[in-house]
């Protein structure tokens, strides 16, 4: 109450406007993405969501592994896999010996030899990559405006921790000041 008398009534009406503005504009906009489509997760969703052009992708190479030095990229799907856990199979099979991948980039195939470390250290995987089923998923109007809204809190809730680890770790941790 004190701020608000400070800074005066309207200029506080002014910026509680404006944060819940965001708020609806995030859920609104977030609500659209999912009513037109947008690239996400498929394992797990409910049946009445609908997914298109899924395809085991890679979202992550690790430095100085096989999949770096063999020029896979994040985004590369890999063909001729209809989930993460028969690449990882096929991986665990085939560990110090060459082995052939097709992927898809863009519109294009190409195909890549590479070989998967038998003793992977410090915590890569024996390729170097991590991998999730990833297609365009298109959700019903209905459940996209509540999902939106799900979303929304969610984020503004990471977002709001973050600041607060952010200016806490400022005061108690050295390395916090390093990163910034």
């Known amino acids: 109450l004190?701020?608000?008398?400070?800074?005066?009534?309207?200029?506080?009406?002014?910026?509680?406007?404006?944060?819940?503005?965001?708020?609806?504009?995030?859920?609104?906009?977030?609500?659209?993405?999912?009513?037109?489509?947008?690239?996400?997760?498929?394992?797990g969703l409910p049946s009445n969501w609908v997914v298109k052009d899924s395809a085991v992708t890679i979202i992550e190479v690790q430095k100085n592994t096989p999949a770096e030095f063999a020029g896979l990229l994040m985004g590369d799907q890999l063909v001729d896999f209809e989930s993460t856990a028969d690449v990882k199979s096929f991986i665990d099979k085939n560990l110090g010996k060459e082995i052939e991948f097709k992927y898809k980039r863009g519109k294009e195939i190409n195909v890549i030899k590479v070989t998967p470390n038998a003793n992977?250290?410090?915590?890569?995987?024996?390729?170097?990559?991590?991998?999730?089923?990833?297609?365009?998923?298109?959700?019903?109007?209905?459940?996209?405006?509540?999902?939106?809204?799900?979303?929304?809190?969610?984020?503004?809730?990471?977002?709001?921790?973050?600041?607060?680890?952010?200016?806490?770790?400022?005061?108690?941790?050295?390395k916090v000041l390093d990163q910034i």
């Open 120 to 174: 992977p250290e410090n915590g890569n995987g024996a390729l170097g990559i991590a991998m999730d089923k990833i297609g365009i998923v298109k959700i019903p109007w209905y459940n996209a405006i509540y999902e939106g809204l799900k979303r929304t809190y969610s984020l503004t809730i990471l977002v709001a921790q973050s600041f607060y680890e952010l200016v806490v770790g400022a005061f108690t941790d050295s």
């Open 2 to 43: 004190a701020l608000i008398r400070e800074i005066g009534p309207i200029t506080a009406g002014v910026i509680v406007a404006g944060v819940l503005c965001n708020l609806i504009l995030a859920w609104f906009l977030l609500s659209i993405g999912l009513m037109i489509g947008s690239p996400a997760s498929v394992d």
